[in-house]
Every structure is written in C-alpha cells, then in structure tokens.
C-alpha cells in the first residue's frame, strides 16, 4: 500500500490550500482514510476522516467549518480543501489508511499505512 500527499506550500493567512492524497494497493471503496498533522514540537493530531461504507466525514474541532474532506473513488484520492488558514495550521500533513473513522477520529496508533507528508506553513 502506497500513499502519496501532496499540494502543500505556503499561504498567507486567510488563504485557502488543497491537499491531495493518492492511494495504490488498497481500494477507498472499502478502507476509511484520516488526515493527520504534526506541527513543529506538538504530537500528531488527527484532522479528518472519511468513511469508505458511505462517505461521511468527521473533522477536529480545530478546523470544523474551515477544512472540507472529500473523495473521488474513480482516482482512488482523497482531498482536504483547506479555507480561512490560520499561522495555527502550519504543519506537516499526513494522510493514512485503513483505520477508525465511524465515532469520530482515529488515533495515529490505529492506522496503518502512511504517506510521506505534505509541509503547509501559513505565514504573512
């Protein structure tokens, strides 16, 4: 299972960045897919997920209302459109599947494979 991020970069506040994340070797028909970030001296947080059985997203309460998850099934890719950037949200971005998504967040012990990490740094 490969897992490929990308779409990083740097943004001025109140800007807005999408993040893709390509998978190969296991389908998001039936795999759950997470978001996670890890910012400069902080643990990994969980970001959002995704559902394989019906789509349905969970999100932090740190980006509820900002950040909005999607996939497209026929690519295999998941996204993460990025609003309303805050300097807070400056972190390395990792996707990773399968996991834990129906009550809300997974932790980063429960997934298993990862991708490289996309860097995003929201900075004037």
């Known amino acids: 299972v490969q897992l490929q991020a990308s779409g990083g970069g740097l943004v001025q506040p109140g800007g807005s960045l999408k993040l893709s994340c390509v998978v190969s070797?296991?389908?998001?028909?039936?795999?759950?897919i997470q978001w996670f970030r890890q910012a400069p001296g902080k643990e990994l947080e969980g970001v959002s997920c995704?559902?394989?059985?019906?789509?349905?997203?969970n999100y932090a309460d740190s980006v509820k209302g900002r950040f909005t998850m999607s996939r497209d099934l026929t690519k295999n890719t998941v996204y993460l459109q990025m609003d309303s950037l805050k300097p807070e949200d400056t972190a390395v971005y990792y996707c990773?599947?399968?996991?834990?998504?129906?009550?809300?967040?997974?932790?980063?012990?429960?997934?298993?494979?990862w991708g490289q990490g996309t860097q995003v740094t929201v900075s004037s």
């Open positions: 070797g296991l389908s998001l028909d039936y795999s759950t």
């Open positions: 995704v559902r394989s059985t019906d789509g349905q997203t």
């Open positions: 990773a599947t399968p996991g834990p998504c129906d009550h809300g967040l997974g932790y980063d012990d429960e997934y298993e494979n």
